[in-house]
Nanobody
Framework: VQLVESGGGLVQPGGSLRLSCAAS????????MNWYRQAPGKERELVAG????????TYADSVKGRFTISRDNAKNAAYLQMSSLKPEDTAVYYC????????????WGKGTLVTVSS
């Protein structure tokens, strides 16, 4: 099983980035996909999620209206489009897949660093 994030980097405040998560080794379409982030000295927090069935999306209040999560089951990939980025969005962003009958199976990527700074 692998989840590989890409697309992080340095961006100025107000800018945009698109993160990608490439999945392999499991039945991607059956898993809910989430993006988490962890800023220095802070706990990991859920940023956005998209369900395997129906594609329902959820967002943390801090990113609503600025971030959009999506998935492409044909490509076994999930994405996080981030716009109007703020310095407080600086963090390592992690891709998470959650599945199983009771959501008990979870996979994690190694993360990609997003730095928002002028």
């Amino acid at each position: 099983v692998q989840l590989v994030e890409s697309g992080g980097g340095l961006v100025q405040p107000g800018g945009s980035l698109r993160l990608s998560c490439a999945a392999s080794g499991f039945t991607f379409s059956r898993y809910d996909m989430n993006w988490y982030r962890q800023a220095p000295g802070k706990e990991r927090e859920l940023v956005a999620g998209i369900r395997s069935v129906g594609g329902t999306t959820t967002y943390a209040d801090s990113v609503k209206g600025r971030f959009t999560i999506s998935r492409d089951n044909a490509k076994n990939a999930a994405y996080l489009q981030m716009s109007s980025l703020k310095p407080e969005d600086t963090a390592v962003y992690y891709c998470n897949a959650q599945g199983g009958r009771f959501g008990e199976i979870g996979y994690w990527g190694k993360g990609t660093l997003v730095t928002v700074s002028s």
